[in-house]
């Protein structure tokens, strides 16, 4: 497998940090982001949004960090990383789509405007990020993963934008139960962290 990423990426941390859980060597591309070499004609062509992170497998292609995960866990038949048992599935899926909405729009926005000077309001993404961060929290509170007692690719999926939150200036001081789950996630067997960029409360 190849993997089109670039470094200070989350959404290309979430599968960069998955294949390096369940053990896989891939090959991996960066793709100068700063150059545009995600908006050339030959990147286009293997993903038409010019985003990275995008897998090749074979003859294959597969973009969209969520994609990415749930192909790899289908393909590697890893159901304890993605259950097929209905209620679990559900779970799993309601996540991805947190990680896909709030945690996207909320503190991967409010990093976007720390690290790359993207035009959001500050206020709106970050009270975002507090909201949906208050509701991990409370979901933290009662089991170690986010579907339960066993890591999924939901909390693959969570992990990166909530770890560097501080670097778009949201504190997860008052999220005690996220923070431990961090350190769960942390200490799995094949975890590779997340670059750190000192911007936010990380200067
Ligand atoms: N839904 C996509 C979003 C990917 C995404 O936003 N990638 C960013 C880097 S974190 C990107 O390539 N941005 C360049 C652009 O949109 O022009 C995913 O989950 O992979």
């Known amino acids: 497998m190849k993997l089109h990423h670039h470094p200070l990426s989350g959404h290309s941390h979430r599968a960069v940090l998955f294949l390096s859980l369940l053990?896989?060597?891939?090959?991996?591309?960066?793709?100068?982001?700063?150059?545009?070499?995600?908006?050339?004609?030959?990147?286009l062509k293997l993903n038409p949004f010019g985003q990275v992170p995008v897998l090749e497998d074979g003859d294959g292609v597969v973009t969209d960090s969520n994609a990415i995960l749930v192909y790899v866990a289908t393909k590697l038949g890893r159901k304890d990383w993605l259950p097929d048992e209905a209620r679990a599935a559900a779970q799993v899926q309601k996540w991805l789509s947190v990680a896909a909405?709030?945690?996207?729009?909320?503190?991967?926005?409010?990093?976007?405007?720390?690290?790359?000077?993207?035009?959001?309001r500050p206020e709106e993404v970050v009270g975002r990020a507090h909201r949906i961060l208050k509701l991990i929290d409370t979901e933290l509170a009662t089991?170690?993963?986010?579907?339960?007692d066993r890591p999924t690719i939901a909390d693959v999926a969570l992990y990166s934008y909530i770890v560097n939150a501080p670097e778009g200036n949201v504190d997860l001081q008052p999220y005690p139960d996220?923070?431990?789950?961090?350190?769960?996630?942390?200490?799995?067997?094949?975890?590779?962290?997340?670059?750190?960029?000192?911007?936010?409360?990380?200067?």
């Open 178 to 203: 996220v923070r431990h789950w961090l350190a769960r996630i942390e200490a799995l067997p094949g975890f590779v962290a997340f670059t750190k960029t000192p911007a936010g409360l990380s200067a």
């Open 23 to 43: 053990g896989v060597k891939a090959e991996l591309v960066e793709v100068d982001l700063a150059k545009g070499a995600h908006k050339t004609p030959e990147f």
């Open 143 to 148: 089991h170690r993963f986010i579907v339960g």
């Open 101 to 120: 909405g709030e945690i996207a729009y909320g503190p991967a926005a409010a990093r976007l405007i720390t690290v790359f000077g993207a035009d959001f």
